[in-house]
């Protein structure tokens, strides 16, 4: 392993990848993501920008910040923790300075289309010549291989390819993509966990490997209950609007004020509903799961009809206290303002050389016993190639 020269204190401050060197080669969103979470535990994530423009999500937006309105909120949600160096990667001095790079980083992250990075010289073979301990992380839109693996592959794309357009929305006719960018998300995800694994598979092989995944096998990867539902079933599952295509009552309904969200996932948690809301739960529809399932629509009236008397505030309180689990539909701003999400660490507080202190959205992981750490900003372009040249030389020393 590369370790630093002061890399107890960086395990203790940063946490349990101090003392690792990611490489991060990513754009756009899902390789970024991965290389974020590697930088939240810790790693030093040095992101490699070409020269004009940088990675393309700084100029995706709106909302645009800054003095003059120049820093993408986009490229500020996949980029902490990193430091930025400008390098064309097509020119004789940028190769020879990846070069380097690559013999100082312990994980390498990519998501090039199939064959880019081989004709830009850097095939996984050459970057095991330049380091056999390197581990790379390779994401692509539709895998490496196979009939379709040379696709190009944007998330709302895969979200489509992948049936999951197809289990969202109101209704079968109305297929809707995942308010978020999902697919590339939970590939970043996927890839993060794949790098740790290879990682310790390298303290006992000594030798890095390829960790791949794709947009395609990231989304497919949490079809859950609804790939076994086809798989072993013979069942398509199909867009059911907010109410879980298992469980029922599991999701919204309309009270006095607006809606709220109820979770029964078990007969005995039904029964505390039906008591709050005056139902008989040994009704023959609805005394078991399957049988509410069945008569779903005939519930969900039944249920709502009785909601109606009450607002929302009223009815949470009511279900917290007979312990079923349930809740509000927040808006964004209502989730970062929660006390209850800032408790947990996912708002963090940063400088940026422009823009100054400002919040980002926080890591989702804490570990018991270290001590919070300071994350810094997303870079500007290229704002730590001399620092990083620095760094380079002395390791190479």
């Known amino acids: 392993m590369f370790f630093h020269p002061d890399a107890s204190r960086r395990l203790t401050v940063l946490g349990p990848l101090g003392d690792i060197v ?46 003059d309105h ?16 400008a390098l064309d990667l097509k020119s004789a001095e940028g190769k020879a300075v990846i070069e380097r790079l690559v013999r100082q980083s312990d994980v390498l992250v990519e998501n090039f289309r199939p064959g880019v990075l081989d004709r830009l010289g850097f095939s996984v073979e050459r970057l095991h010549e330049l380091n056999p301990r390197l581990v790379v992380l390779s994401i692509t839109g539709f895998g490496h291989d196979g009939p379709e693996g040379g696709r190009p592959g944007y998330d709302q794309i895969a979200q489509g390819e992948a049936g999951l357009m197809s289990l969202t929305g109101p209704s079968p006719e109305e297929p809707y993509r ?4 999902i697919a590339d998300l939970l590939a970043g995800i996927h890839g993060a966990y794949g ?3 290879a990682l310790y598979e390298r303290e006992h092989t000594g030798k890095g490997r390829v960790v791949r995944t794709s947009l395609l096998a990231a989304v497919t990867g949490v079809h859950s209950y609804h790939g076994t539902a086809w798989t072993v079933g013979g069942q398509v599952s199909r867009a059911a609007g907010n109410h879980h295509a298992s469980i029922t009552p599991y999701g919204s309904f309309r009270c006095a004020d607006g809606m709220l969200q109820i979770a029964a996932a078990n007969d005995g948690q039904w029964r505390k509903v039906a008591g709050l809301l005056g139902i008989d739960p040994d009704t023959p529809s609805y005394r078991t799961n399957r049988d509410r399932r069945a008569h779903r629509e005939e519930l969900v009236a039944e249920m709502e009809k009785a909601l109606a008397a009450h607002d929302r505030a009223h009815w949470l309180a009511e279900l917290g206290a007979a312990g079923v689990p349930a ?45 919070a750490r300071e994350h810094t900003a997303p870079p500007m372009l290229g704002q730590d190639g001399e620092a990083v040249l620095a760094w380079l030389e002395e390791r190479e020393r």
């Open 327 to 371: 809740g509000a539909i927040r808006s964004i701003d209502e989730v970062y303002t929660w006390d209850q999400t800032r408790s947990q660490g996912l708002v963090v507080e940063v400088d940026h050389p422009v823009l100054g202190r400002v919040e980002l959205p926080g890591p989702p992981l804490r570990f018991d016993g270290l001590p």
């Open 70 to 85: 120049e820093i993408s909120t986009y490229f500020l949600a996949a980029n902490r923790n990193k430091q930025s160096i």
């Open 195 to 197: 790098v740790a694994a």
């Open 178 to 181: 995942v308010g978020a960018s």
């Open 22 to 67: 990611v490489l991060d080669l990513s754009r756009a969103l899902a390789g970024p993501h991965a290389a974020q979470m590697l930088g939240d535990l810790g790693a030093r994530v040095i992101k490699v920008e070409h020269p004009d423009g940088g990675d393309e999500s700084r100029g995706w937006g709106p909302p645009f910040v800054g003095p």
